[in-house]
């Protein structure tokens, strides 16, 4: 019986809530109405918004509303461009490396590591991005050249950095499996096919970096562990005794500064 009345109970509470709830949607329903019409009586202007495609009495709107609908469908895929076509792979994967290997679980953060790796690609690919500056784009926006003729001239530093970056046997890997005739030369290489074999070269690269940075700090992890083992201190886990030698390690060789500096110098 007392299972039978708290349900009715409950039925009958949420009856009520759906009644309060209906009449403050009609009363607001019923405010908002009567505040509209008394704008439109007092003569208060309000927004509207229109969309809608209209006849062009220029081909020249024709050609910017193409541009800028361009321009959105290029924006889509640029993380993707950013991520695969510059050093942020490889930054991204020796420091996440470099953080296993300090054991020191979520320092720095994701974000710290994306935001520096983001920062020195851009360092890294300033050459290049001023080349496509000065070779293509300026001169599509003072009209000189076409379009197409702006993404070839933009495509060459692309190309070449990528070409400096990729191993010969990752592009022979993806020009033999694209079934493509044999190219006599580098510009005869699609972009299709220098992209997935530039990943390629650069996750390689990456974890050979990755490795050597975990040996260092492995031999001091080991050197802990058999000490703690030689003391009878099995209980104790062995990071927590190595960690601080490895970050003091770390900080006395200014480690920072060594992997930053190489990793730059390894894309010039």
């Given at each position: 019986?007392?299972?039978?009345?708290?349900?009715?109970?409950?039925?009958?509470?949420?009856?009520?809530?759906?009644?309060?709830?209906?009449?403050?949607?009609?009363?607001?329903?019923?405010?908002?109405?009567?505040?509209?019409?008394?704008?439109?009586?007092?003569?208060?202007?309000?927004?509207?918004?229109?969309i809608g495609v209209e006849s062009g009495d220029n081909?020249?709107?024709?050609?910017?509303?193409m541009q800028i609908l361009f321009l959105l469908t290029v924006l889509s895929p640029a993380p993707a461009i950013l991520i695969m076509m510059t050093p942020f792979t490889r930054l991204a994967i020796v420091f996440s490396f470099l953080r296993q290997a300090l054991g020191t679980q979520q320092t720095p953060s994701n974000q710290i590591i994306a935001g520096l790796s983001l920062f020195l690609t851009f360092f890294i690919m300033?050459?290049?991005w001023q080349e496509i500056n000065n070779n293509a784009l300026q001169p599509y926006l003072?009209?000189?050249?076409?379009?197409?003729?702006?993404?070839?001239?933009?495509?060459?530093?692309?190309?070449?950095?990528?070409?400096?970056?990729?191993?010969?046997?990752?592009?022979?890997?993806?020009?033999?499996?694209?079934k493509a005739e044999k190219p006599k030369s580098p510009e005869d290489i699609s972009m299709t096919t220098l992209i997935p074999a530039f990943v390629i070269s650069e996750l390689k690269t990456a974890f050979i970096?990755?490795?050597?940075?975990?040996?260092?700090?492995?031999?001091?992890?080991?050197?802990?562990?058999?000490?703690?083992?030689?003391?009878?201190?099995?209980?104790?886990?062995?990071?927590?005794?190595?960690?601080?030698?490895?970050?003091?390690?770390?900080?006395?060789?200014?480690?920072?500064n060594l992997i930053v500096g190489s990793m730059i110098k390894s894309f010039i």
């Open positions: 019986m007392n299972k039978r009345k708290a349900a009715v109970k409950l039925i009958r509470s949420r009856k009520k809530n759906l009644k309060n709830i209906l009449f403050c949607t009609v009363v607001s329903v019923v405010l908002l109405l009567s505040a509209v019409n008394g704008a439109s009586a007092a003569g208060i202007a309000l927004p509207s918004l229109r081909p020249e709107q024709v050609s910017v509303l300033m050459p290049q003072e009209k000189k050249i076409s379009q197409e003729t702006a993404l070839k001239e933009a495509a060459i530093p692309i190309r070449k950095f990528m070409f400096k970056q990729t191993r010969e046997k990752d592009l022979a890997i993806f020009v033999k499996m694209s970096i990755g490795f050597v940075l975990f040996v260092p700090f492995l031999i001091i992890d080991m050197v802990v562990a058999s000490v703690l083992l030689s003391m009878g201190m099995m209980m104790l886990p062995p990071i927590l005794i190595s960690l601080p030698f490895k970050l003091m390690l770390f900080v006395l060789v200014d480690g920072w």
